[in-house]
């Protein structure tokens, strides 16, 4: 598939990207082999690899609690979640793919330490409520923003997020169920509860970036409809929907701050960006155990990887020999 | 070592009334490998019944773009008479036909008969043109694995996705105060 990336500089760069800005304002999808910009390309590739990364890394905090889990029950929800991001992973890393970049070079961007991925996943899970606190906040605000990418202009990407949406929407159903179950039960459960709301709420609020002033490449990427809608928005929707339902099931919002505007909008309190610049920086509480972890399994499948090169092999040469 | 391996596209069929679809790639060693693999990430969840992979680099594949630009050579080139026992290869065709919506894709047409893969898209041309195809892709059909079509390994392949409730999202729905209670309203993609 010889892909077309546009630099500014190509003779036919303006005409072709006037033609592209048209499609995607019919509401055309892009689709590899088309046209595009490098510079949509190469946001595409950050976006969905750092994206990718997330789904892999996130197995990390909940796959920790897999054979802690309180029931049979409750680990199978879990067992199933976990392998969930796995496959999330998976999908996105092909449709960063289609971009022309290999999944290995991503992989190694990850395990060399190179890549980002969602902070949220550098702070670690310490009680069982926070395995349902994940699943109603953080996978809740997670859904907020593929749901906004699910409408974007680039077709595998959007595929991904629609297939993603769905699963992701049963992670966070299961997530409140067990919040809310808890929120009802002994005194010692709702205070795992709010313990739990305590310390994931203000991460949770900073997975959609920083505000709209401080976004430097929102403007581009709503240009080409790679987002939707912008950090500040996605985030409003967020808090909207969760607030109102933390407070109804008895529990607190940890922002004194809170409270509702005259158009019916959750306004939160000053978000400690500092906190989040730092994590980002790699200096989150869980940084640097979580690529060691990820590492260590890469290392420990290694057997896995060549089995099966050496099966394959044989495979091969016995069509061959026919 | 090479985590890489080759790529695999993959191709779902949800039900028996639906064309096999492009849904997406995997990486794998081996065709069963990759059908497994394929299994594993694209029917977790989604009906199915059937998938098809195929190694990436075995695709013939053209955008209506590429064919405007640089239109196939004419006519197969016809390495051997037939009168010295050529025999024609046979191709599948697949086609994309819409860009409008996110969940639109390469689609399974049919099969032809033809010398090589440019003949096979001028053939497919002629016999899949009642609709104007955005792409088409054309794959020799022995390069095809294909999950058993028995009913024991469809059903242990697929059944599982749909059996399991408690990974379903309607069965947690009427837990709580229901999230419309709360939503100043939505916008929703097309769903699978």
Known sequence: MPAKYGLPSDPDYSLRLAEFEARIGRGEKIEPGDWMPEEYRRQLIRMISQHAHSEVVGMLPEGAWINRAPTLKRKMILIAKVQDEAGHGQY???AAETLGVSREAMLEALLSGKAKYSSIFNYPTLTWADIGTIGWLVDGAAIKNQTMLAAGSYGPYSRAMVRICAEEAFHHKQGKEMVLFYARGSEKQRQMAQDAINRWWWPALMMMGPHDADSPNSEVLTRWGI???????????????HAPEILDAGLQVPDPDLHQDDKGNWVHGPINWDEFWQVVGGNGPMNKERLEARRKAHD??????????TYAAKLQKATVAV | MDTQWPRWEVFKQDTPAKPHQAVGSVHAADPQHA???????????????SMWVVRAEDIFSWTKEELAENPPPEAAKQTEPLAYGFQPLTFCVFRKTSHKRS?????????????SPEDALKQAQQQFGDVEALAW?????????KSDPGSETVESWFAPATDKTYKQQQYYAT????????KLGRETDDEE
Do not use: C
Request: charged share 25%.
């Open chain 1, 227 to 241: 987002k939707t809608k912008s950090n500040d928005t996605v985030r409003q929707e967020f808090i909207n929907e």
């Open chain 1, 92 to 94: 996105l890393y092909h």
């Open chain 2, 103 to 115: 969940m639109t894709f390469v689609d399974y047409v049919g099969e032809v008969s033809a010398s």
């Open chain 2, 137 to 145: 892709w054309i794959v020799p059909t022995d390069r095809l694995a």
């Open chain 2, 35 to 49: 059908l497994l693999t394929a299994r594993n990430i694209f029917a977790r969840r989604p009906q199915a019944i």
């Open chain 2, 175 to 182: 837990i709580g105060s229901h999230v419309s209670k709360h």
């Open chain 1, 300 to 309: 420990e499948g290694a057997w896995v990887r060549s089995a099966l090169e």
